[in-house]
T-cell receptor
Framework: GAGVSQSPRYKVAKRGQDVALRCDPI?????LFWYQQALGQGPEFLTY????????KSGLPSDRFFAERPEGSVSTLKIQRTQQEDSAVYLC??????????????FGSGTQLSVL | AQKITQTQPGMFVQEKEAVTLDCTYD???????LFWYKQPSSGEMIFLIY??????QNATEGRYSLNFQKARKSANLVISASQLGDSAMYFC?????????????FGTGTSLTVIP
């Protein structure tokens, strides 16, 4: 596709349920980022992939959060045993290269997760 | 310490007037990129403008310009001739080079409302 695609657009989960959020980056983009955006806040970094390698996962809030990008394209963010504080918009972004500070991020529309 | 600081939670501007959105940043790396993104109510982050740390001139993109003051570590966004469609959240962001982690940091955003 032409842009970054995320699915589902909305997800309602019961507390304790596991969820999986999918991100399809722009074809050929090497870098992929996941962000968490709480209501009224800026995006907070979760994790970063360069191709299939997860180079930074320092932003994942707990070991209930897990991300993968096994073939260097599609990525999945999994949240186990969801809690109410996990409710947020999860944004995926990709960029073509890795080495230049001027590489802008292209964002998807996000997945809005609501944990009841 | 916050990497990106946006001190204006909300701003109002009259249609057709200019408005400046403030952003300060913090980094010890000499090579970095500064970005502004717009997030309308639909949720997608839209790239507006980029400024490199070594760029001598302020960046401009149509009605958007970036007032880059390196010594003050500020990168304010100027929107000229505001339009009703400019009403949105605006985020300042900084990208550090790969050696420093290749991360994108976002501010907390400024909500801009254009008044007819």
């Amino acid at each position: 596709g032409a842009g970054v695609s995320q699915s589902p657009r909305y997800k309602v989960a019961k507390r304790g349920q596991d969820v999986a959020l999918r991100c399809d980056p722009i074809s050929g983009h090497v870098s992929l980022f996941w962000y968490q955006q709480a209501l009224g806040q800026g995006p907070e970094f979760l994790t970063y992939f360069q191709n299939e390698a997860q180079l930074d996962k320092s932003g994942l809030p707990s070991d209930r959060f897990f991300a993968e990008r096994p073939e260097g394209s599609v990525s999945t963010l999994k949240i186990q045993r969801t809690q109410q504080e996990d409710s947020a918009v999860y944004l995926c972004a990709s960029s073509l290269r890795t080495v230049a500070p001027n590489e802008k991020l292209f964002f998807g529309s996000g997945t809005q997760l609501s944990v009841l | 310490a916050q990497k990106i600081t946006q001190t204006q939670p909300g701003m109002f501007v009259q249609e057709k007037e200019a408005v400046t959105l403030d952003c300060t940043y913090d980094t010890s790396d000499p090579s970095y990129g500064l970005f502004w993104y717009k997030q309308p109510s639909s949720g997608e982050m839209i790239f507006l403008i980029y400024q490199g740390s070594y760029d001598q001139q302020n960046a401009t993109e149509g009605r958007y310009s970036l007032n880059f003051q390196k010594a003050r570590k500020s990168a304010n966004l100027v929107i000229s001739a505001s339009q009703l469609g400019d009403s949105a959240m605006y985020f300042c962001a900084m990208r550090e080079p790969p050696a420093a982690g290749n991360q994108f940091y976002f501010g907390t955003g400024t909500s801009l409302t254009v008044i007819p």
